[in-house]
């Protein structure tokens, strides 16, 4: 069945109707698919059924459209082409992306899927995700298609009309930023198609169809899925290029059957659980990972002899480039609402940027991003061609103050582990299952006869006071 898009036909339109103004982001994550309701329960079921049954009447049958009339907007045929709760989340993400979207099986799918469908012989492709870049590769293996530097000159004038520009902003894995405007120019003179990989900035970070792009992809599996636990691909096109039965989405699902990338039934339902809290969420992540970098940064530019700034090289994010203290500059029109949950640490030392993982207890060391829980992690673990020094952050939803502190610990842990002395906490252990306290060697303290409580709470405002060094 044809997807329902805001505005057109039979829909969530009814919503749109009932308001004066357009509904936010917030309100659309929970209604959005009120309009395919086809029962009194308020929370979604998830379906399982890989296929259903068609009308009972002969003459009610058409094919590829098996329309139930119970339930207009929720009717299927086999679910390589769609199914309950994957229709229901792609509801949704259209309404909230603001264009018609697709949902894929992962990220890498929806982009080898774009691609498979724009069929261009030219990608023009920066730094970023480098699944994309193995995806290319392949791609050149099969067909010879080029692959093209986005940043250089020469690469760029050989880019032909029906060729692909694809910008990842903002960029994996510093969280930097690019000029979607600019690129989109670019486009216009060479004749090719722009896509943009946004999944740095979801909704309501980003619109990236705002500065003209054609196609924007997700990893739903990060920032929409949001509780690292499932995995998801979106593909979102352009409203003028969208529609109708030649249009991009129709392509784009006709090819999903036969490419077999489509979610299943479980994600979609994790899927649609998720992105109620969509806003909420993101919104929490990037003032915390703004607030942690702001802490960095001025540790780093105000004590110069401190213990950040004797680690760490730099901060790469977006709110430290040049253009986001510039007040109307294009970084801060294309993303008004925050730059982003994202951001890289650059150690001064490979060792340093191994070891620091090990001592924090709120960050988890692991690969990926967008879940609720914060993340580092050593990028050479999963890109091995990255820069060894370099730790990507993935702020989550718990008190900045938490974080700024556990990295705190961790930097002075670290700190203490390279001189050869015990440091301040066990890090690697519950501090409660130790018997003793022991500072550069010494034993201070007996915790079999001391109230450890009363130590944990003011121990650290005690070693500032003394002007300690761990």
Not at 85 to 98: C, D, G
Not at 132 to 154: A, F, P, R, V
Request: aromatic letters at 8%; glycine letters at 8%; a negative charge.
């Amino acid at each position: 069945m044809p997807i329902q898009q805001p505005g057109t036909g039979k829909g969530p339109e009814h919503l749109s109707s009932a308001f004066p103004r357009e509904l936010s982001i917030a309100s659309l994550s929970v209604h959005a698919d009120d309009y395919i309701n086809s029962h009194r329960a308020v929370a979604p079921p998830l379906h399982t059924s890989t296929t259903f049954r068609y009308a009972a009447d002969p003459d009610d049958l058409v094919p590829w459209d098996n329309l139930d009339p119970n339930a207009p907007h929720d009717s299927h045929v086999y679910s390589r082409d769609s199914a309950p709760n994957t229709t229901r989340l792609e509801a949704i993400l259209s309404a909230v992306i603001k264009a018609p979207s697709l949902t894929y099986s992962s990220g890498l799918s929806a982009f080898y899927a774009m691609v498979v469908f724009l069929n261009p012989k030219r990608v023009a492709i920066g730094d970023g995700y480098h699944g994309c870049h193995g995806i290319l590769g392949l791609l050149k293996k099969l067909n010879g298609m080029e692959t093209l530097e986005l940043y250089d000159e020469k690469d760029v004038a050989k880019l032909q009309k029906g060729d692909l520009i694809h910008v990842e902003t903002p960029l994996n894995p510093y969280g930097e930023a690019r000029d979607l405007e600019y690129w989109r120019k670019v486009a216009d003179e060479k004749g090719c198609y722009l896509s943009c990989d946004a999944t740095f900035a979801p909704p309501p970070l980003l619109n990236p169809f705002q500065w003209g792009v054609d196609v924007v992809m997700h990893s739903g599996t990060k920032y929409f899925g949001g509780h690292s636990d499932m995995l998801c691909g979106v593909l979102s096109v352009h409203p003028d290029r969208a529609g109708g039965e030649k249009g991009w989405i129709a392509g784009l699902r006709e090819e999903r059957v036969y490419l077999g990338s489509v979610m299943g039934s479980l994600e979609g339902w994790l899927g649609v659980r998720s992105v109620r809290t969509l806003e909420l969420r993101v919104m929490r992540q990037v003032k915390s990972a703004q607030n942690l970098v702001d802490w960095l940064v001025g540790e780093m530019e105000g004590n110069k002899d401190g213990l950040v700034a004797s680690m760490v090289k730099e901060i790469r994010h977006a709110s430290q480039q040049p253009e986001a203290k510039v007040e109307g500059s294009w970084l801060s029109r294309q993303m008004p609402n925050g730059y982003g949950p994202v951001f890289s640490i650059i150690m001064k030392d490979a060792d340093d940027a191994q070891r620091l993982p090990s001592k924090l207890h709120l960050f988890h060391h692991a690969t990926s991003l967008g879940g609720v829980e914060s993340l580092i992690e050593w990028r050479a673990m999963s890109d091995l061609g990255m820069d060894k020094r370099l730790l990507r952050v993935s702020t989550g939803v718990e008190a900045w103050e938490d974080l700024r502190d556990d990295l705190l610990q961790a930097f002075e842990a670290l700190k203490a582990s390279k001189k050869g002395a015990k440091p301040l906490v066990n890090t690697m252990d519950d501090p409660l299952s130790t018997s003793s306290f022991h500072l550069f060697g010494l034993q201070l303290f007996n915790f079999d006869s001391f109230d450890f409580h009363f130590l944990s709470l003011h121990l650290f405002h005690l070693s500032t006071f003394l002007g300690l060094a761990f």
